[in-house]
């Protein structure tokens, strides 16, 4: 016998070729075509909600069928939002434990985004296609603030939807500081008091939209919404008497369909608004009348009321700008100090969604 074959059993001892395990390709027998299919048959859903992977969609020809989906491979993480208007394949009966997949996501008519701090250019979506942004902050208790509600109203500049503030708790403390805040901007006020019922105003300007609320923990911003849509069943907390924070009760957004037509989508109450993605000229851009002035500031001005030589100061001195303009100027002005990097957030706020 060879010595090498006599090696080789001392070692391994007796083996045959049944024994030899053949592994196969890495990438299969069959190379995957690029080619995706069409998905002709595909059918429209909204979004309402997205819970560890999982999406929840409203058929677009029946809205009371809810669909669950998971996302098509080619689409990859994080690709669909709450308000995507998608195409769904697969299962889309809604009956328990079926599975449809979302293939396709619509063009996004509007993005309402924010940062992680001003430092941050990373932008996080938090809803599509709305196009209303409902503010909403308590008279007291917890204390209003204003800068974080001049954050909101950036947001709402720079995705291109129109902002509205609903004031709560106007029954322990009078709201006309805050609506003196906002109303310079052409911001429609609403008011409501504890235990009252959304006043026909505020249901005639939510029916027809897409509305997205968004307000500081504690402000009854979950109240509302159960006021606005008897089932929704949402978690309402309440202000803590030492810290005078709100505690979080909602943990993802949810849109809800109002019974007079239209959606209101309840998101997670927040402490802070990173803006770090906004660019400035998203706010002037607001308000055409202004626009038109800064267009002839020199190269780099901030807009600001520091700002040497700028346009605005020219404009109101020489009466080119009316009476309300004039007011939004400096409202705006203050929108554009609000840019400014935000003070670290204490120790018990809560992470960004």
């Not at 607001?286 to 700002?307: K, L, M, Y």
């Amino acid at each position: 016998m060879n010595w090498r074959l006599t090696d080789a059993y001392d070692e391994y001892g007796d083996f045959s070729e049944d024994d030899v395990r053949i592994r196969p390709p890495r990438k299969g027998s069959k190379p995957r075509t690029k080619q995706r299919p069409t998905h002709d048959d595909a059918v429209t859903g909204f979004v309402v909600t997205v819970d560890r992977g999982r999406y929840t969609c409203v058929l677009e020809h029946d809205e009371d069928v809810y669909v669950t989906a998971a996302t098509a491979r080619e689409l990859g993480r994080g690709a669909v939002v709450v308000g995507d208007r998608v195409a769904l394949v697969g299962d889309v009966s809604g009956e328990p434990g079926s599975l449809a997949r979302i293939v396709r996501v619509a063009e996004r008519e509007t993005l309402l985004r924010r940062s992680a701090d001003d430092t941050d250019q990373v932008e996080r979506i938090i809803v599509a296609n709305a196009d209303q942004l409902c503010v909403v902050v308590a008279a007291i208790n917890p204390e209003p603030r204003p800068r974080l509600i001049d954050r909101y109203l950036i947001a709402a500049y720079d995705a291109g939807i129109e902002p509205i503030l609903v004031i709560t708790k106007t029954d322990l403390h009078p709201a006309d500081e805050l609506r003196a805040l906002v109303e310079p901007l052409g911001v429609p006020v609403f008011t409501s008091a504890i235990n009252e019922e959304p006043s026909d105003e505020l249901l005639d300007a939510l029916a027809g939209h897409t509305t997205v609320m968004v307000g500081h923990s504690g402000v009854g911003k979950s109240t509302l919404v159960n006021a606005l849509v008897p089932d929704a069943d949402r978690a309402t907390g309440h202000v803590n008497a030492v810290t005078g924070r709100g505690r979080h009760t909602s943990s993802s957004s949810l849109a809800l369909p109002l019974p007079e037509g239209g959606w209101i989508i309840d998101t997670p109450g927040v402490r802070s608004f990173g803006l770090g993605h906004v660019d400035a000229n998203a706010i002037t851009d607001a308000f055409p009348a202004i626009a038109n002035v800064v267009d002839e500031c020199p190269r780099g001005c901030t807009h600001r009321a520091s700002s040497p030589d700028c346009e605005l100061d020219a404009a109101i001195a020489a009466g080119d700008l009316d009476a309300l303009s004039t007011m939004r100027v400096h409202s705006i002005r203050r929108l554009l100090d609000s840019l400014a990097p935000e003070p670290v957030a204490d120790a018990g706020d809560s992470p960004s969604p």
